[in-house]
């Protein structure tokens, strides 16, 4: 089979694409004829060796990819691997017990970002707790996390603001108002909007700006710092502002009763039936990943990016 393999910590060229033996599964475990591969943004980070997250950087050489969606003997699945297990390859292991059916009438591409982003999505939307009365700010919206908040927010009956860098990406927010946070001043009258929520996952100077944006009464929930530095919050701004401030992943999510498969179990129900159905922003061909790499970290995507062996 062919598969990308990094064996060197470094840029998007590091990542290659090459012939090796086909996956024998062991006990407990099948082997999925991958259709579909989601590409991470915490991918990228395991592949310039910053950084694998809560977990140690991954053995090399290595094939990264966390989500598949495909066939196990005629049965179309999808799951979640783990943090680099994998997922770059026409043929991938999975543990037995990761599977998921793939609801009827649900595309490969679309299932696979279900049960990354979706149940990430789902988690984070617990701690939320969004309701009619509410105003939610979502920082890069254009984002396939992003996206599903503001599916969220429509859905709760929610005020939704959509902030997004640059003109191309703001205009295709869903959302009641769209905003671009790569302006001067860009969160000029939000305050007016009496923001109840912000959904950020950006961090630095941007999370930060967002944080301003709240009302009292508000909460910030924290899913993460695409920036690379977390949105600074002190006990003093909680009380200065009269907020909230709840971090949704890490120990709390994957601590939680029902644990993540719950999550997945969640995810691809609410994509099946129509009520958080992740976007599909770009595929690639499985050869040029290094490709999908440069343009998730160069934030030129929107939505899910997926690699099709």
Do not use: C
Not at 214 to 223: A, K
Not at 238 to 247: E, T
Not at 252 to 257: A, G, I, K, S
């Amino acid at each position: 089979m062919h598969a990308i393999r990094l064996h060197e910590f470094g840029p998007p060229d590091n990542l290659r694409y090459e012939a090796i033996e086909d996956p024998v599964p062991g006990e407990g475990q099948v082997r999925i004829a991958v259709e579909a591969a989601g590409v991470h943004l915490i991918d990228t980070s395991i592949r310039s060796g910053r950084s694998g997250g809560p977990f140690a950087l991954p053995s090399l050489p290595m094939t990264p990819g966390r989500e598949v969606a495909g066939t196990v003997d005629g049965r179309r699945v999808v799951a979640h691997l783990g943090m680099a297990s994998g997922g770059y390859a026409e043929l991938a292991l999975a543990p037995s017990a990761a599977l998921h059916e793939i609801p009827e009438g649900l595309a490969s591409d679309v299932a696979v970002a279900a049960i990354g982003t979706g149940r990430t999505a789902v988690g984070i939307l617990e701690v939320a707790e969004l309701t009619s009365d509410d105003v939610v700010l979502v920082t890069a919206a254009a984002g396939g996390l992003g996206g599903l908040f503001l599916q969220a927010a429509r859905h709760a009956g929610a005020f939704s603001i959509g902030a997004a860098g640059g003109e191309h990406k703001v205009a295709q927010l869903d959302a009641d108002l769209a905003v671009d946070y790569s302006r001067p001043g860009w969160t000029e009258g939000l305050r007016d909007r009496r923001v109840t929520v912000v959904l950020d996952g950006v961090g630095g100077e941007l999370g930060r700006a967002a944080l301003e944006t709240l009302s009292p009464g508000g909460r910030i929930v924290l899913f993460g710092f695409a920036s690379g530095k977390p949105t600074e919050i002190t006990t003093g701004d909680l009380y200065r502002l009269g907020i909230r401030a709840d971090a949704a992943v890490g120990p709390r999510m994957l601590n939680r009763p029902g644990g993540l498969r719950e999550l997945e179990t969640a995810a691809l129900a609410a994509a099946a039936a129509g009520r958080l159905v992740p976007r599909v922003g770009r595929t690639y061909p499985l050869p040029e990943a290094a490709e999908a790499h440069r343009a998730l970290e160069s934030r030129k995507t929107t939505g899910k990016v997926v690699l099709v062996p």
